[in-house]
């Protein structure tokens, strides 16, 4: 099965002619047209969708068979994905896709291995991530340069400093949020472009 990407959401309808609220989580909000046929998560619905404006953060879009209020309501919430491989190529090797994330080797800086990133979460204070370790506990760990200096999607892997991640977690005024802040070197959203 193909990688798929979260690249927005339907918010709601507008009007009563079926036109939907859609929310953009790709770094230029109009790109979300530019990356193919947007889906469900499974694939199984596929969404022909024409952008017709702007209200507040959210665009205005004709979807196709949709034409009345309550169809395009009863598509509120859904989330719409594309292909991974659709997605352009990042620019450096501090660009990634949080997707990418998912499934890579957490080791310490001797090598040792840690775990394994599961999900990449935003609570509103700063992305965390979700490892599994070897033990099975869950940990979660903020995703900031400090507690993850190193982010190697080539090579499988991502550098965890523990000593880094006990500050941040003690909540120190001279800790990770300072030093390192958030990596921002994602293509933004939840695991969008």
Avoid: W
Wanted: charged share 25%; aromatic share 6%; hydrophobic share 35%.
């Amino acid at each position: 099965m193909t990688a798929k990407i979260c690249v927005g959401q339907f918010a709601g309808s507008h009007g009563v002619r079926g036109l939907v609220k859609l929310r953009s989580f790709t770094a230029e909000p109009a790109d979300i047209m530019t990356y193919g046929p947007l889906s469900d998560e499974n694939g199984t619905r596929r969404f022909t969708v024409t952008l017709q404006g702007m209200v507040k953060d959210n665009f205005l879009a004709k979807v196709d068979g949709v034409t009345s209020r309550e169809q395009a309501q009863a598509l509120a919430g859904m989330r719409l994905y594309v292909d991974r491989v659709a997605l352009p190529a990042t620019e450096d090797e501090d660009e990634f896709y949080h997707a990418d994330l998912i499934g890579l080797r957490a080791e310490l800086a001797d090598g040792t291995v840690y775990g394994t990133v599961k999900a990449l979460y935003d609570f509103g204070a700063g992305d965390v991530l979700e490892v599994r370790t070897p033990g099975g506990p869950l940990e979660m760990l903020p995703f900031s340069k400090a507690c993850v200096p190193v982010v190697d999607v080539r090579g499988g892997r991502i550098v965890v400093d523990l000593p880094a991640v006990i500050e941040a977690r003690e909540g120190s005024d001279d800790g990770a949020e300072e030093e390192g802040g958030d990596r921002d070197g994602d293509q933004g959203g939840e695991t969008g472009p």
